[in-house]
């Protein structure tokens, strides 16, 4: 099989377990029977390849997305990095293009699409099996799986098929529509529209050059933010007439909301929380302090470092609408993470931010320099070029002004503290620069 999968969000809707950084599909929430715990990315990856140990997965990501996918997956997955956020359409185009130009896949070649982080079962990876068998016998040039509903849900889309058969040409789409035209389309023999589909890789390369002019990878990366922000189902699903739909009759949960994600967690607690005498309430706590629940019910509790929230599971579906975009307090990277500790505005309008930085053993922060900040750098052991390569020890300060280039590298595991100073902190000031590291081992 030759699979992508889609992994974006903005981990609004649990926040503030997740965030742009952070997204619900890399929380470990899932225990294995050794008893560790996998995320909706590791146990997605690791059924596909139960299914077919020699299945290619290529996951389709944002940048701030990839120390992730890279520190769950390692390298045995296939990235395609979308330069900037422009949904579905362009971000599975772009996937196709790398698949062929990067990966060499034939464009006669069947390709599924499925989200990362739906919450299923072995029988839904032979499904996929089944989609692509479908999709390769060309009497479609679309193949969707649809799923067999169990209630009129408000959340999904719904597809009616033309018949009632295992595989049935479709005869109309409908989106998410209230509960009582949901039952309407039940009785019809409506299916929910899992996001899950199958074609030929010839198919998509085709549309993106009628559609953008090219389907070469490079051109499409390079001219990325001009590309159309559209769905894939706008874009292409609803307009083809040639079109399939397979019935899927297994379990299939979309983990979307606090509700449905505690739904499938393995434990009621999670970190340094005590709860007692509390009926269908979970707790996360990611802080070093205690968090005691007690006498509640129908809660969920999440204290991290980007937000506390208490809320009532049955409202989880509003709550995107009340988180305000703050920028992520703790980061995972390639050579390990940060904390953001503080944030504040001097008196005379400089901004300054403290962040304790984590550096692996062997590993490095880029070669870079920033435009509008200066950095000063607390440090315990390492490796720094700051304009010259010099060996530091524990409690040596760094200076490092705007405009100069610097990096440091962790000899053992390095922690520090950097507070940058500035009239414009953010991520976007750097500018990277390559540096030979082993010349000076």
């Not at 903005?10 to 377990?17: A, D, F, T």
């Not at 068998?133 to 649809?146: D, I, P, R, T, Y």
């Amino acid at each position: 099989m030759k699979v992508i999968l889609l992994s974006g969000g903005s981990g609004k809707r649990l926040w503030p377990l997740s965030n742009e950084v952070r997204s619900k599909q890399f929380l470990k929430i899932f225990k294995k029977e050794d008893g560790s715990h996998e995320s909706m990315a590791q146990r997605m990856y690791r059924m596909i390849r139960e299914v077919d140990d020699s299945a290619a997965v290529t996951i389709a990501t944002s940048e701030n997305q990839v120390p992730s996918i890279k520190a769950q997956l390692g390298d045995s997955v296939g990235i395609s990095i979308e330069p900037c956020r422009r949904d579905t359409f362009p971000a599975i185009v772009l996937a196709a293009a790398y698949l062929h130009d990067q990966q060499g896949v034939d464009e006669n070649e069947t390709v599924i699409v499925c989200p990362v982080d739906p919450y299923v079962e072995s029988d839904y990876f032979r499904m996929l099996e089944k989609l692509s068998e479908q999709a390769s016998k060309g009497e479609a040039n679309l193949v969707l799986m649809g799923v067999e509903p169990t209630y009129p849900s408000e959340k999904y889309g719904y597809i009616i098929p033309k018949s009632n058969d295992p595989v049935a040409m479709v005869k109309t789409f409908k989106e998410k529509p209230d509960e009582a035209a949901a039952e309407e389309y039940i009785e019809q023999g409506a299916l929910w529209n899992s996001g899950v589909f199958a074609f030929k890789l010839s198919y998509v390369l085709g549309i993106a050059k009628k559609v953008f002019g090219s389907s070469d990878y490079q051109w499409l990366f390079d001219h990325y933010s001009t590309l159309p922000k559209i769905s894939f189902d706008y874009a292409v699903v609803e307009k083809e007439e040639r079109i399939q739909v397979m019935r899927f009759k297994g379990q299939w949960k979309d983990l979307g909301t606090w509700n449905t994600l505690t739904e499938a967690m393995s434990d009621e607690v999670a970190g340094n929380a005590v709860i007692a005498d509390c009926a269908n309430t979970h707790v996360i706590n990611e802080l070093h302090i205690p968090l005691v629940a007690l006498g509640v019910t129908d809660l969920a509790i999440a204290a991290t470092p980007d937000g506390i929230l208490v809320i009532d599971k049955k409202k989880s579906d509003n709550l995107k609408d009340y988180v305000v975009d703050q920028r992520p307090m703790v980061e995972k990277r390639d050579w390990g993470l940060y904390k953001v500790l503080d944030y504040g505005i001097k008196p005379e309008g400089k901004s300054f931010l403290t962040k304790h930085l984590v550096i692996k053993p062997g590993q490095h922060i880029s070669y870079q320099r920033h435009q509008n900040r200066s950095e000063i750098w607390t440090i315990v052991d390492g490796t720094i070029l700051d304009g010259e390569v010099r060996s530091v020890g524990q409690g040596e300060v760094a200076f490092i002004r705007q405009g100069v280039k610097h990096a440091i590298k962790a000899d053992t595991e390095l922690h520090f503290i950097e507070v940058q100073v500035g009239d414009e902190l953010t991520e976007e000031d750097v500018e990277r620069f390559d540096f030979d590291w082993s010349s000076i081992d």
